[in-house]
């Protein structure tokens, strides 16, 4: 029944590791994106990928890389983590037509890195 | 581009008592979408409350109202007869329409509601 859903919804790891967050949507959306929420809860979105065409890309380290195999899914692999990617990260997705500026989101990975 | 301010980092009501967020934007565009979203303990983001600009008639949500004033760039979120479970941090946020994708928020407004 989860509309969007993430995976993992906690993630440790040391400087230096790659990792990825997995997120899947139901709602039958195309367009899904990829926001970070810093320590002082400011969200900001990294990427939008509408039909698994990358139509927003922000300004982040190209460490951050986006992958989507279907317009179901999207996900963010990171390499090389650093303290500052420390954060929550959210997906949303969005659907097609007049309701396009609806965003339903998932329910966020808390990243760590130590 | 658009910026949206939230200027009150902190706010607190009493149960049951009404309680009022404000939210400023800067847009030059004349279509565009306004939100408050709420991000209870849980993390969940929740769509609260949405107006389109181009609609005069104030968005209303059961207890949750907005005071869209337009031409002044004001979007407020008026919760009535608060409870605990609003307690939460809100956020106000706006995305421009003809296919723009990008959501951009305020800072939030941390909200406790006091028994």
């Known amino acids: 029944d989860t509309a969007v859903s993430q995976t993992p919804k906690y993630l440790v790891t040391q400087m230096g590791n790659d990792k990825s967050i997995k997120c899947e949507q139901n709602?039958?959306?195309?367009?899904m994106y990829w926001y970070k929420q810093d320590s002082k809860k400011f969200l900001k979105i990294m990427f939008s990928?509408?039909?698994?065409?990358?139509?927003i890309n922000e300004t982040v380290p190209n460490r951050f890389s986006p992958k989507s195999p279907d317009k179901a899914h999207l996900n963010l692999h990171i390499n090389s983590l650093e303290l500052g990617d420390s954060a929550v990260y959210f997906c949303a997705s969005s659907p097609q037509g007049a309701r396009f500026y609806e965003q339903y989101f998932g329910p966020g990975t808390r990243l760590t890195v130590t | 581009a658009q910026t949206v301010t939230q200027s009150q980092p902190e706010m607190s009501v009493q149960e049951a008592e009404t309680v009022t967020l404000s939210c400023t934007y800067d847009?030059?565009?004349?279509?565009?979408?306004l939100f408050w979203y709420k991000q209870p303990p849980s993390r969940q983001m929740i769509l609260v409350i949405r107006q389109e600009a181009y609609k005069q008639q104030n968005a209303t949500e059961n207890r949750f109202s907005v005071n869209f004033q337009k031409a002044a760039k004001s979007f407020s979120l008026k919760i009535s007869d608060s409870q605990l479970g609003d307690t939460a941090m809100y956020f106000c946020a706006s995305v421009l329409g003809a296919g723009s994708y990008q959501l951009t928020f305020g800072k939030g407004t941390k909200l406790s509601v006091i028994p």
């Open positions: 709602l039958g959306h195309d367009t």
């Open positions: 990928y509408n039909n698994k065409e990358l139509i």
């Open positions: 847009t030059s565009e004349s279509n565009y979408y």
